[in-house]
């Protein structure tokens, strides 16, 4: 068999290597060249694998459909899992009834796959750095899958609670490696419109479970609401299986460097590869140097910051969906099925807000990188931010009062479509600002801020009932404004300090 210094990039002999001529992605080195000795580069003498010279394997150079193929379905991946932790929320009453509980309980359910629907990415996203993305989803949303079966089955509050959690723990891999997957498929020019449409899964999951569970439960029962999750989970797992493709650039150089090899061993030739970004240390080390990234990128303020913002959302969101059966059953009379229609308040604010407002982010980034010498910055994905930045405590005031006051209802819901489009703005704003920061561990970055913002936003609404009765809805929903209020400014002050920030708390990963 010939040497393959023709396919491939020559040997490191005779020819040096050649830079990366991409950004910050997965297709770096842990290591960078410039750090090498020279006797090291002169005495290693395998051939280098680049992706940047093989396209059909360079997932920045595949075709449009392909990328797109992988969103849809880790969009749906990262739909499905948040749609099971609200999906029961119309028919809390039911199921404290059925299982000789207390509502109380029963929210608990919630609160216990919310919470380790952010832990699980602060472990998912590191391995996926070690493992691959791809293993990753297969494995993690096939144990999602069959963990649906039990909890149809559930005798008892108790066991309930334990297997959604748990399985919060798994359905957690299309929200801990989404963004990045898409960060290793898209160039950041062409990013934020297409990580728009895959965030409207954790956001539209948790607003379409009530309108698909206000459904079932009315004309099935409770218990159907996991038998129907199986069948989604489980086509959404082969789809998987059979559409997913390996994005993580060391990953798919690792698998060319075994595949390249065993045929120079075959061939008899001796020739052997090396690519960058390889890691050499044993597998323990490997991983528990990965798991240690999320909390270091936490602890950079910016992060830690917009952390609280989205935390504050999600816990606000949750606290209202998992009362809106009081609120709408009791002062207006609705019955379950109405109050699963209700949530489409939000659901079209969401579709608004990623139609018409979320591309605008990449015109911003682009206009502002072109006044700044061409050079990008990701405190250049903030300013749309500020829209969201004034609805969410706008539309929560708004909501809050209607609802005291027993207005019509259709002036109570009014206000959830501008707070869909503010959670979106502040969700997608943050998140492609966290993928730029830190492009390489995209998806530990996007983990070190979901962490924070399930266990609040899983946690707060164990509380929210107690204080809406101490309160009621005007005062208890306006607390949530107040704070919103507080951190509207978050946004526009890091936009004008954040790479001052940044430059001060360099992060060493």
């Not at 010279?53 to 948040?82: C, D, F, G, T």
């Not at 409770?222 to 797992?237: D, P, S, Y």
């Not at 101490?470 to 949530?480: A, R």
């Amino acid at each position: 068999m010939a040497a393959r210094t023709d396919e491939h990039t020559p040997l490191l002999k005779d020819v040096p290597p050649e830079p990366v001529d991409v950004e910050r992605s997965s297709l770096e080195a842990e290591r960078p060249l410039s750090s090498w000795t020279e006797d090291e580069q002169q005495g290693d003498h395998r051939e280098w694998i680049r992706l940047q010279n093989h396209p059909e394997h360079n997932p920045r150079a595949w075709p449009r459909w392909s990328k797109l193929a992988n969103v849809a379905v880790i969009a749906m991946m990262s739909i499905v899992s948040p749609l099971v932790s609200s999906m029961f929320t119309p028919g809390i009453a039911e199921i404290a009834e059925d299982l000789n509980t207390d509502i109380t309980l029963v929210i608990a359910t919630t609160t216990g796959f919310v919470v380790f629907l952010g832990i699980g990415p602060l472990i998912l996203a590191p391995l996926s750095e070690t493992f691959g993305r791809r293993n990753l989803y297969i494995t993690c949303f096939t144990i999602f899958s069959l963990l649906q079966i039990p909890a149809a089955l559930t005798p008892n509050i108790e066991f309930l609670i334990v297997v959604r959690t748990i399985s919060g723990f798994f359905g957690s891999v299309g929200i801990a490696n989404g963004g990045g997957t898409i960060s290793d498929m898209f160039e950041p020019s062409e990013r934020a419109g297409v990580f728009g449409w895959y965030l409207l899964g954790p956001l539209l999951g948790p607003t379409l479970g009530p309108l698909f569970g206000g459904i079932i439960v009315m004309r099935l029962g409770w218990r159907w609401i996991f038998w129907i999750m199986t069948i989604v989970c489980m086509v959404n797992t082969l789809a998987g299986y059979f559409f997913l493709r390996e994005t993580y650039a060391p990953r798919i150089c690792a698998q060319l460097k075994l595949k390249w090899e065993q045929d120079s061993r075959e061939a008899n030739d001796g020739t052997h590869y090396r690519y960058e970004g390889e890691d050499d240390r044993p597998l323990w080390r490997k991983m528990l140097h990965s798991l240690t990234r999320p909390p270091k990128i936490f602890s950079q303020p910016i992060v830690a910051t917009m952390s609280v913002y989205q935390a504050l959302i999600f816990g606000t969101t949750y606290s209202l969906y998992t009362n809106m059966q009081d609120i709408y059953q009791g002062s207006y009379g609705f019955n379950t099925e109405q109050v699963g229609l209700l949530y489409l308040g939000p659901g079209l604010g969401f579709l608004f807000a990623v139609w018409f407002i979320i591309p605008r982010i990449d015109t911003v980034y682009k206009k502002l990188a072109a006044r700044n010498d061409d050079k990008a910055m990701p405190e250049f994905r903030l300013p749309i931010a500020n829209i969201g930045a004034i609805f969410i405590p706008a539309s929560l005031f708004w909501f809050a009062w209607s609802v005291e006051m027993h207005a019509h209802w259709f002036a109570t819901i009014v206000p959830t479509f501008f707070y869909g489009i503010g959670q979106v703005t502040i969700l997608n704003c943050t998140q492609n600002y966290y993928i730029d920061s830190f492009e390489k561990y995209a998806a530990s970055a996007i983990a070190a801020g979901a962490v924070f913002r399930s266990l609040v936003g899983g946690v707060i609404p164990l509380f929210a009932p107690a204080l809406f009765d101490k309160l009621g809805y005007g005062w208890g929903i306006s607390t949530f404004a107040f704070v919103s209020l507080a951190l509207a400014p978050a946004p526009l002050f890091f936009f004008w300090f954040g790479e001052r920030i940044r430059e001060s708390y360099k992060i060493e990963l």
